[in-house]
């Protein structure tokens, strides 16, 4: 499944984890030196290249992770062998937070990145004995609650135009969190990966695309990366007048 695997304890972890690039975007970021060097005591640090799997749905729960570097997909299968892309992490997010004894989804690589990984039993460990961390996972975990609600949303009421719109919305805050300006987005994700996510079909994700291009709201860069030219319209677009106002 997961290629690499190296553990980097001892005294350097604290250094170890205070050159992660994806430190200030995670729940770690908010532990001093000797919380880190704990934390990072109990990670197997792993690499893992496109199409690796993470986790598979049904597996035991063993394990959750730390997206340091790049994306992942998480699916899960129906039960006439249809996918659903459920969503995409990427540094800063973790993987197998909500689950119970076994995997309820699947997890897989859009390309090559690195994961910090943690036994669950370990970690709940160093959950209580550190309770600004869990404190820290609680909020994430409210975040991850409302997103989940958002998607619910998104696939119910809203229409091709604006579930495509909010998709974009969404991907522009994710960048602008990494540290940009929210205009330049990254798609690591395929066109019919996203429609799979937004429950459309690939064609209709390249019709309204092109319709957003030709009216000059994106600018598509190149297949992975595109420009966010009219943030306001693009709100709007999504359903979100109210944000744009703001």
Sequence with gaps: M??????????????VCGG????????????????????NAAA?????????VLVREGDPATHLFNITAG???VHKLLSDGRRQIVGFLSPGDFLG???????????EALGPGSACRFRKVDYR????????LEHALLDRAAHELKAAHDQMLLL???????????????LSERARRAGGDGRLVPLPMTRAEIADYLGLTTETVSRNTTRLKTRGVIRLLTMHSLSI???SELLQLAGLEAEAAG
């Design 125 to 132: 460990k160093i959950l209580r004995e550190m309770p600004e």
């Design 229 to 231: 030219e009219r943030p």
């Design 71 to 73: 994306d992942v997909r």
């Design 44 to 52: 197997d640090h792993i690499a893992f290249r496109a199409g690796e």
């Design 2 to 15: 997961i290629g690499t695997t190296t553990v980097c304890a001892g005294a350097g972890g604290a250094e």
């Design 156 to 170: 119910g009421r809203k229409t091709a135009m604006e579930r495509l719109a909010s998709f974009l919305v969404g």
């Design 20 to 39: 992660c690039s994806a430190r200030r975007l995670s729940v770690c970021g908010v532990l001093e030196q000797e919380g880190l060097r704990r934390l």
């Design 97 to 107: 937070l909500a689950t119970g004894d076994r995997y309820a989804f699947s997890a």
